[in-house]
């Protein structure tokens, strides 16, 4: 009977040509920074689309929700949902734009004031858990690349 070669290990198996790729590093990166956002989120209801949501509306104020989408890539009917759900949870307050009365415009609310404040503090607090090995001047080179590579889009 012939024996069978023992299954290789993750350390003995090479990626090929994925370890100078650098989509397959974002995306595996991407993955890593995911996950221990939602570890360290776990519990509060916050996602990451939530947030982003949350922190352009803390940072404009009555800012119309079609802005808000498009400054976070997501299309016009997938805003709804997770407006909708902030609004029902008290973090979000949305009222008809006058300038246009099919859009509504969107403000925190104290409650949504709050939960960002502590998301915030989380989300730092995870990212400095992710990147402990980067410094400043890292983490500053690393936001600027990705920045580089995102003002591509379109």
Do not use: C, K
């Not at 998301?119 to 990212?127: D, G, K, P, S, V």
């Amino acid at each position: 009977m012939a024996e069978t070669a023992p299954e290789p290990t993750e350390d003995s198996v090479s990626l090929g040509v994925l370890s100078d790729l650098i989509g397959y590093r974002l995306r595996r990166a991407s993955a890593v920074m995911a996950s221990d956002f939602s570890r360290a989120l776990e519990g509060t209801g916050i996602r990451q689309v939530l947030f982003g949501i949350l922190s352009i509306v803390d940072a404009n104020p009555g800012v119309n929700q079609g802005t808000v989408g498009r400054m976070l890539g997501i299309q016009r009917a997938n805003m709804v949902a997770p407006v909708n759900e902030m609004a029902e949870r008290g973090w979000i307050d949305r009222q008809t734009d006058p300038s246009d009365r099919r859009a509504f415009i969107l403000s925190l609310t104290a409650a949504g004031e709050t939960m960002f404040a502590r998301a915030l503090t989380q989300i730092r607090a995870h990212e400095a858990n992710v990147l402990s090995d980067f410094d400043s001047r890292d983490r500053q080179h690393l936001v600027a690349l990705l920045a580089r590579i995102e003002a591509r889009e379109g």
